[in-house]
């Protein structure tokens, strides 16, 4: 029969795992007293500082990872705490041994995945490591951010400046009722967290310009666009272009919406419009009018995108242009090609310092070219322009 | 120190983990001045093997056995197809309930062209993976 320090009488033997050792002096078996499992462990607890808050949480639950034993049986089969301890006894204090690929719940929240050949484990944690930054938490960065948590792309980045609207409410499904008046990007932050809490959310409540474009998308591996102007439009491709990253883009107008991947060396948008269409000549960056859903159409096709990019699977729409039509129900696809003149990925680029199109935005315009922009505005919003210098393809 | 391991474990690691396939095997390691003296095979009680390993009953038993022979306890587990390095979940977990343990892992992603692959590590309490340098030894 043991005797503690105190003198008091000892009958139950305590066996300390290696990890909690420091805590008791090196000891590997220490004496308890007799009684319940809830005494002896409070008794433990206050000879040996440091052990309650390896063997309890906050609330002073033992830890799901502890396991403790009674002659060599789990207390969660005998009657837990309250099991009672004769003299001579035998208990034993465990971690739990578990590791995995994915935690449990993962295991669950995935497994769609994991069935699929194409994406499996490996494809996952691919998903899992991957960093892609949205330009916009509105029309389209709100389906895409939400199915790219979904499928556990394991770090978002958002970038932008706005607070929620109540005419954000038709189409920018990140953000409800509740939000209105609220950054969009802590409005987002939350709906991933919801939807995710694996996701890992980085909120950059700022306007992008030049000068943090590059040391902002420098820290991601994909860039999904979801702007709304043609300033940012060009601002993003050309940073895409001269760091060498791939952007799925996306834009939308009215009753189309279009989809395209800028690989490096594969083409950018500049080189379809190498150039923003002049001053006066282009669209108001107030909107013309968005049909509710199809930005949900365009958004969810960028974040599939960005999923078969970091998987590696599929053919993206890398020299293809996805063109969509929501009163006509077509899909077009237009094949395009890197022009090797064009100003920034051509062969001899004349672009090779980001440009800040701020004219483009918020400034009066002449009431002589308002007739003219409406009429612009009617087939788009500063988001698209239809491509006409491209060939359809096959 | 270089950990040792005598040869005739860790063909039996790789065994372990080859019969297992392609689930994750897991079991005890019984270390003397830094020298694996047993092995010893637990079930994998996880709900999905393939993608995780948990001790049961058997494996804590084992444990406490190990120790009772005055032996520092080892882990082990297999990854039948990714990489002999812990996960992020292997680092989340045992960092929080076995720190600072010599851990064995055996990797299959390669057993088909250049073979089977055993690390040596240990995982502290900030998650951080200290890499071991494993002899593995004829006698």
């Given amino acids: ?394 | 120190m270089p950990i040792q391991l005598p040869r005739s474990l860790a063909d039996a690691l790789v065994a372990h983990a080859r019969e297992g396939r392609p689930d994750e095997v897991c079991g005890v390691a019984g270390v003397r001045d830094g020298r694996v003296v047993r092995l010893e095979r637990a079930r994998n009680a996880a709900a999905t093997p393939q993608y995780r390993f948990t001790f049961g009953d058997d494996g804590y038993r084992l444990v406490m056995q190990v120790e009772r022979e005055d032996l520092d306890v080892g882990i082990y587990h297999s990854h039948p197809a990714s990489p002999a390095y812990p996960s992020a979940t292997d680092r989340a977990e045992m960092s929080a309930t076995w720190p600072d343990c010599l851990q064995l892992m055996v990797s299959l992603r390669h057993d088909d062209t250049t073979g089977p692959e055993v690390n040596a590590y240990r995982i502290d309490r900030d998650g951080n993976v200290v890499v071991e340098d494993l002899n593995i030894v004829d006698s």
């Fill in chain 1, 1 to 394: 029969m043991a005797t503690s320090d105190l003198g008091v009488k000892m009958a139950v033997n305590v066996y300390i795992p290696t990890p909690y050792r420091a805590l008791t002096g090196g000891q590997a078996r220490v004496a308890g007293r007799p009684g319940t499992v809830a005494g002896l462990l409070a008794d433990l607890e206050s000879r040996f500082p440091g052990l309650r808050q390896r063997l309890r949480d906050d609330t002073g639950q033992l830890h799901r990872y502890i396991n403790v034993y009674v002659n060599n049986r789990e207390i969660d089969e005998l009657q837990g705490e309250q099991t009672a301890l004769n003299e001579g006894d035998e208990v034993s204090i465990i971690p739990a041994v578990a590791g995995g690929i994915f935690t449990e719940e993962q295991v669950k929240r995935y497994s769609r995945h994991l069935l699929l050949q194409d994406v499996g484990p490996l494809g996952q944690r691919k998903l899992m490591n991957a960093r892609v930054l949205l330009i916009g938490a509105g029309g389209l960065g709100s389906p895409a951010a939400l199915y790219l948590a979904a499928a556990g792309v394991g770090t978002i980045g958002i970038i932008d400046f706005d607070v929620v609207d109540h005419s954000n409410l038709q189409r920018q499904i990140l953000h409800g009722t509740d939000d209105v008046g609220r950054l969009k990007v802590e409005s987002a932050r939350d709906t991933i967290q919801n939807i995710n809490s694996n996701v890992k959310v980085e909120a950059h409540n700022m306007i992008l310009d030049s000068t943090n474009a590059l040391d902002l998308f420098k820290q991601y591996d994909y860039i999904v666009n979801g702007v709304d102007n043609f300033p940012a439009r060009y601002l993003a491709n050309d940073a895409v272009v001269m760091l060498g990253k791939t952007m799925i883009d996306g834009g939308i107008n009215q009753f189309e919406g279009l989809v395209s991947v800028y690989a490096p060396g594969q083409g950018c948008y500049r080189c379809l419009y190498p150039e923003p269409p002049p001053p006066g000549a282009a669209p108001s960056c107030a909107e013309a009018g968005v049909l509710g859903v199809l930005p949900g159409i365009v958004g969810s096709i960028e974040a599939l995108e960005t999923m078969k990019l970091i998987l590696g699977i599929g053919e993206p729409l890398i020299g293809r242009l996805l063109l969509f039509d929501a009163l006509t129900m077509e899909f077009r696809v237009l094949k395009t090609r890197r022009d090797p003149n064009c100003p920034v990925c051509g062969d001899h680029p004349t672009i090779t310092e980001l440009i800040d199109y701020h004219e483009y935005c918020g400034i009066p315009v002449p009431p002589e070219l308002e007739e003219q922009r409406a009429a612009d505005a009617s087939r788009s919003n500063g988001a698209v322009r239809t491509p006409e210098l491209v060939e359809a393809g096959e």
